[in-house]
């Protein structure tokens, strides 16, 4: 498992779109898909997005058909999210794998010549990463309220791999919903933000699991709490923001690092209900779940509507503590 990841990485990594080729012939049912699925990944090759996007679309055509990856980056996904929006030619086939990026940049972009909810069509919710409440493993803070309560005398430092990342937004809504003073450190991601952190250089940081847990397991951080509503199975004891600060004004607090597939508004019923089989097929596999620790992650629950309006209650989120951070371009 490790190295087909390693392989894919490396294939993304050289700018060639992944052409996924079944190794026996496959025997196309009637009606769609009429040509090759199309899966667009919104940022570059080798991270989270693209490393579950090839995932996905190798399982995908087991079910379906030949699976094209390409990588198509740029200002948040909102590059290739407003392609999809466009339609056009081969929109009956073509997929983008949506994550935080879609609901923040139009929360910080809100000019867009998109709808986020109105022109598309929610396929389904595949994973969510919970984001990690991590403090330097020498920090005099072992709890949220410990935390909190520093913060509310003197101003602390929160660092993020960019403005807009769901980190940085995950920071901000702890910020509003405490009052807490903190200022926000961004660097040029992780591979800058994560130094900053360890060193004691800033004081606290909202990362995704993946990029924390080595160095919580070493003791190099601490981990105060989860941002999911529920606890993570990859860090046991470890309390949720909602449990460990209700009494701060963090009983409602929640945010993860979700990702899912969506397409143009107009993308045929059927393709929806042939994908949606497939994809509750493949993430019931063992496949699928055993690829999952790897981002300390769960599998996504919601789907077709549910999906779309867990979508909106999330852009609803980020437009307001885009407006209170002052983020809106």
């Known amino acids: 498992m490790r190295q087909l990841i390693r392989n894919a990485a490396k294939t993304a990594a050289l700018g060639v779109a992944a052409v996924l080729t079944l190794s026996s012939p496959q025997v196309l049912a009637e009606?769609?898909?009429?040509?090759?699925?199309?899966?667009?990944?919104p940022y570059?090759?080798?991270?989270?997005?693209?490393?579950?996007?090839?995932?996905?679309a190798d399982l995908l055509q087991k079910e379906l058909d030949t699976v094209i990856v390409e990588n198509r980056p740029g200002a948040g996904s909102t590059v290739a999210t407003a392609q999809l929006a466009r339609g056009g030619r081969g929109s009956d086939h073509t997929l983008v794998m949506a994550s935080p990026g879609h609901t923040i940049g139009a929360a910080i972009y809100p000019n867009l010549r998109y709808n986020p909810i109105e022109d598309f069509r929610f396929i389904r919710n595949v994973i969510n990463i919970p984001n990690v409440m991590v403090v330097p493993g020498n920090s005099p803070y072992n709890t949220v309220a410990e935390f909190v309560e520093a913060a509310k005398q003197e101003e602390l430092s929160f660092s993020?791999?960019?403005?807009?990342?769901?980190?940085?937004?995950?920071?901000?809504?702890?910020?509003?919903?405490t009052g807490a003073k903190m200022v926000h450190v961004p660097f040029r991601g992780s591979g800058e933000a994560l130094p900053a952190l360890l060193s004691g250089d800033v004081d606290v940081a909202f990362e995704n699991m993946p990029t924390v847990y080595?160095?919580?397991?070493?003791?190099?951080?601490?981990?105060?709490a989860?941002?999911?509503?529920?606890?993570?199975e990859f860090l046991p004891g470890v309390p949720t923001i909602q449990e460990a600060g209700a009494e701060y004004g963090l009983g409602d607090y929640e945010t993860s690092a979700w990702f899912g597939l969506i397409a143009h508004k107009s993308f045929p019923e059927e393709g929806v209900t042939k994908l949606q089989e497939a994809l509750d097929k493949i993430m019931a596999g063992e496949d699928f779940n055993n690829f999952l620790p790897q981002f300390g992650a769960e599998a996504g629950k919601v789907v077709g509507d549910d999906f779309r309006n867990f979508v909106a209650e999330e852009l609803t989120k980020w437009a307001e503590v885009a407006e209170k951070a002052n983020l809106k371009r």
């Open 160 to 177: 993020s791999p960019g403005i807009g990342s769901s980190i940085h937004m995950s920071g901000e809504l702890f910020k509003n919903l």
């Open 226 to 232: 989860v941002t999911t509503a529920t606890p993570s």
């Open 44 to 56: 570059s090759a080798g991270g989270t997005t693209d490393l579950l996007s090839r995932k996905v």
């Open 31 to 41: 009606g769609w898909p009429e040509d090759n699925i199309r899966l667009v990944v």
């Open 214 to 224: 080595p160095h919580i397991q070493s003791g190099k951080l601490k981990a105060l």
